[in-house]
């Protein structure tokens, strides 16, 4: 399967935007997918993983959390999940990447070794 990301932009403090990826190659429906961010110096963090039916979603359970600001979607139809992002905070600032894999366990889909493939990313910088 081949991940397409956009979405990605500049935006003030305090605004929202919507990461989208979108699948070609295999049915999106056959995959976990995730989404993972890399801040410049940093290593790449999982932000939010829906499993493949969309009935389940995980988000990263870290000192900034995103769970409450940030909620990932999938509409199997269009062969697209998304990553609704509001309340951005200059923290936010990274590169976004989003990732499926056919067979994850809610303790691996965490883990961004665990994915098979990856998008290209797409930017996302949040202004003070």
């Known amino acids: 399967v081949q991940l397409q990301a956009s979405g990605g932009g500049l935006v003030q403090a305090g605004g929202s935007l919507r990461l989208s990826c979108v699948a070609s190659g295999r049915t999106l429906g056959s995959y976990t997918m995730g989404w993972f961010r890399q801040a410049p110096g940093k290593e790449r963090e999982f932000v939010a993983a829906?499993?493949?039916?969309?009935?389940?979603?995980?988000?990263?359970n870290y000192a900034d959390s995103v769970k409450g600001r940030f909620t990932i979607s999938r509409d199997n139809a269009k062969n697209t999940v998304y990553l609704q992002m509001n309340s951005l905070k200059p923290e936010d600032t990274a590169v976004y990447y989003c990732?499926?894999?056919?067979?994850?366990?809610?303790?691996?889909?965490?883990?961004?070794?665990?994915?098979?493939?990856w998008g290209q990313g797409t930017e996302v910088t949040v202004s003070s």
């Open positions: 990732a499926a894999d056919p067979s994850l366990t809610r303790a691996s889909m965490m883990s961004d070794y665990e994915y098979d493939y």
């Open positions: 829906i499993v493949r039916s969309g009935g389940s979603t995980y988000y990263g």
